[in-house]
């Protein structure tokens, strides 16, 4: 601001703008303080990275993208004959063109094609665990709700008991299920499952903490008990924001579960591995490809899940 209009201002109006201008400063100068930080710590990365590959980070940088540039096939039709099991041209006998040997016949002549069935089992894993980890989170996040549970010892109990199964990757439980019931999907939803609870009971009891408390104010004078408040003033608002968290949680369980997959869990993720350990380019491709057609089509869902649940109206302009 100007010194003339400095000099038009009260003294309070120029005591605002002193403080104003001091606020500024100090944001400024916070705002530089982060900023030198981050590069100081992304310039320490970078050093620890080269370090630790013996002074080879910065030798291999520039050959970042040649592993992207490898996968590219000598024929784009292969993808699509790699995606629907289609007999190739170029099949040699070795496993790199096999792409019939993966058939999953159903009946007759009638089959599904391999990367179709592996896709279909990751997302089972993903909406079973996605299940489980919705309802185990819907009785469990109530009890953690500060709104609703007075006691301390049961908010205490019931939220560290959400830390604790949210505490482990997903991966990480999955090596202890895999070492108890073997390889295969069953840790994988196991492993998915557990670590849902946790966290979707987190964001639950953080929705039932904001809710508006009226209608339970409401029922409690006309002598209802806790569930009963609990079941008609309480989650009649919650549950739109829990499905919309729940759908959420399944696009990010399709990602787990492949993922998981990926060290010996069944499904897709499995399949992916093997075809870039390979060097199988093709396979690697369909196998992308169709993970991204998938998460749109989860993606997709859930919003027209989402509209039918919420009503249109909540999506009008203004609305």
Not at 77 to 97: C, H, I, N, Q, T
Not at 170 to 180: M, Q
Request: aromatic share 14%; proline share 4%; charged share 20%.
């Amino acid at each position: 601001m100007s010194k003339t209009a400095s000099a038009e201002l009260s003294p309070d109006g120029i005591q605002i703008e002193r403080h104003w201008q001091e606020l500024a400063g100090r944001r400024r100068a916070y705002s530089w303080i982060i900023a030198i930080g981050l590069l100081v710590t992304i310039a320490g990365s970078l050093w620890f990275a080269n370090e630790s590959n013996a002074g080879k980070f910065f030798d291999r940088l520039p050959h970042l993208f040649d592993f992207a540039g490898d996968l590219i096939p000598r024929d784009g039709w292969e993808v699509w004959r790699a995606m629907f099991d289609l007999p190739s041209p170029y099949f040699d006998g070795s496993l790199k063109y096999d792409y019939p040997e993966g058939r999953v016949y159903l009946f007759g002549g009638f089959y599904m094609p391999e990367y179709f069935y592996k896709m279909l089992e990751t997302l089972n894993i993903a909406i079973l665990a996605t299940l489980v980890g919705f309802i185990f989170g819907f009785m469990i996040c109530f009890l953690a709700a500060k709104n609703l549970v007075k006691n301390r010892f049961i908010r205490f109990a019931a939220r560290r008991y959400m830390e604790i199964l949210r505490a482990f990757p997903e991966i990480v439980i999955a090596g202890f299920f895999a070492a108890i019931l073997s390889l295969g999907p069953i840790p994988a939803m196991f492993a998915v499952g557990i670590h849902t609870i946790g966290a979707l009971g987190k964001l639950f009891f953080e929705v039932v903490e904001n809710a508006d408390m009226k209608a339970d104010e409401g029922l409690r004078a006309v002598g209802a008990n806790w569930i009963e408040r609990v079941g008609f003033g309480i989650v009649p608002q919650v549950m739109p924001n829990f499905m919309s968290y729940a759908l959420l949680r399944l696009e990010i369980n399709v990602r787990a579960s492949t993922i998981i997959g990926a060290v010996g869990g069944g499904g897709i993720g499995e399949e992916l591995r093997l075809s870039i350990g390979r060097g199988h380019q093709a396979k690697t491709l369909a196998i992308i490809l169709l993970l991204f057609i998938t998460i749109i089509a989860v993606d997709q869902f859930s919003a027209w899940l989402r509209r039918r649940l919420v009503g249109e109206q909540a999506f009008a302009f203004g609305g």
